[in-house]
């Protein structure tokens, strides 16, 4: 399946996602309510997608007879214009420490931990599904001053478009040849501020949606006591969050084997605070099971990215924008069309809002019909432009 690709005014949303809770991005809720026409997606209430990404205004339009919005010079007929979602920025910190496959302790076996947990990254990495995306990639710990913000805020792979062999080159190069080459110490703390620093100046250039995916086995240490600790890693990824960079923790789990330590429960605090819920812990002891399950957690990740809102197209043919002249439709793979219903506060089965209804600029999704969109893997929007008022939009 292909991630994030509309081609006139279509959005194709591909994956499963996460929950849709309330984002800051959404914007504040309106006021009062107002309803169109038509079949609703989902059950429930509330307001739209989490981790929404806002779209960008894209050129062209496909009109419906040939005829004019406006009126002028023939019959007016409703028009759709494109629109397109700004991109999806992935920063990945990996754990390369002892404990994923050093073999000084029974748990710590490469065969049933790295090795699989490897193979789903690489999968992840060079999938043709994850087409769309954009990734980094950085190890930890480093081999020299791995306990310093500095030396995390370039990344081992810098941002690069999937799919993209660049990754499986660079775990390849990093693999240790020999348990005498595996690195000691898990500077989590440190490893959260670098990629949030390196997030932080790429934004500048780069404007878009970025979320860190933090893969570890363990709980920070290596570092000094006092800075490398989880209420010191809750702080940082609270500190992304304000700034609107969730932080996903997929967590590897020791084999299930006598006297194997639980080294994982309290990374559940890390994504509470960056605002994904709770960490992703994969079983191994079964290679081909934890390949899957690894697989599956990056899968959710990478559908959580699809968005729920999208920019206003500009209308076709230089007509003005009118908001209440809006229609925004929902399709599942070759089904008929299903409108959703504008419902600004969002008490509505199956609505769409709007961010701003005194002026706005984006379409938002709510949280059911986020959900809806979210977890089919052909759904389709689309947004038309009429010419009578289909909406009743509160002041």
Request: charged content about 20%.
């Amino acid at each position: 399946m292909r991630l994030l690709r509309v081609a006139m005014a279509v959005l194709t949303v591909a994956a499963v996602g996460l929950g849709c809770g309330s984002s800051p991005s959404d914007g504040g809720e309106g006021e009062g309510e107002g309803a169109s026409s038509g079949g609703s997606v989902g059950s429930g209430s509330g307001e739209g997608g989490s981790l929404d990404i806002g779209g960008e205004i894209g050129p062209g339009s496909s009109g419906v007879g040939g005829a004019s919005p406006t009126g002028g010079g023939g019959a007016c007929a409703t028009q759709t214009a494109a629109a397109s979602l700004q991109p999806v920025y992935l920063a990945f910190a990996f754990d390369v420490s002892g404990s994923m496959g050093k073999g000084d302790k029974d748990w710590h076996d490469k065969s049933l931990k790295w090795d699989p947990v490897v193979a789903a990254t690489k999968q992840f990495f060079s999938d043709p599904g994850s087409e769309g995306l954009t990734a980094s990639l950085s190890f930890f710990p480093a081999d020299d001053d791995k306990c310093s913000t500095e030396i995390y805020a370039t990344p081992d792979v810098p941002l690069t478009p999937l799919p993209s062999e660049a990754f499986t080159e660079a775990i390849d190069a990093i693999e240790p040849a020999s348990s005498d080459d595996w690195r000691g110490g898990t500077p989590t703390a440190w490893v959260m501020r670098g990629t949030s620093a390196f997030i932080g100046a790429q934004r500048q250039k780069n404007p878009g949606k970025y979320a860190i995916v933090l893969v570890t086995d363990g709980y920070p240490q290596g570092c000094d006591e006092a800075s490398d600790t989880i209420d010191a890693v809750v702080a940082d990824v609270q500190a992304a969050l304000a700034e609107g960079v969730p932080t996903y923790v997929i967590g590897v789990e020791n084999p299930r084997i006598e006297g194997a330590p639980d080294t994982l429960d309290d990374l559940h605090e890390i994504a509470a605070a960056g605002g994904t819920e709770r960490a992703v812990l994969i079983d191994t002891g079964d290679p081909s099971q934890t390949t899957a399950a690894f697989k599956a957690a990056v899968d959710r990740i990478r559908g959580a990215s699809v968005s729920c809102t999208m920019a206003i197209p500009l209308p076709p043919d230089g007509s003005t924008f009118d908001k209440e002249k809006v229609r925004v439709l929902y399709t599942s793979g070759s089904s008929a069309a299903t409108e959703l219903v504008y419902d600004q506060s969002c008490s509505t089965e199956g609505a769409w809002r709007y961010d701003d209804p005194a002026s706005p600029t984006q379409i938002v999704l709510c949280v059911d019909a986020c959900s809806t969109v979210q977890a089919d893997m052909v759904a389709k929007l689309s947004v038309d432009f009429t010419c009578e008022s289909v909406i009743e939009v509160p002041l």
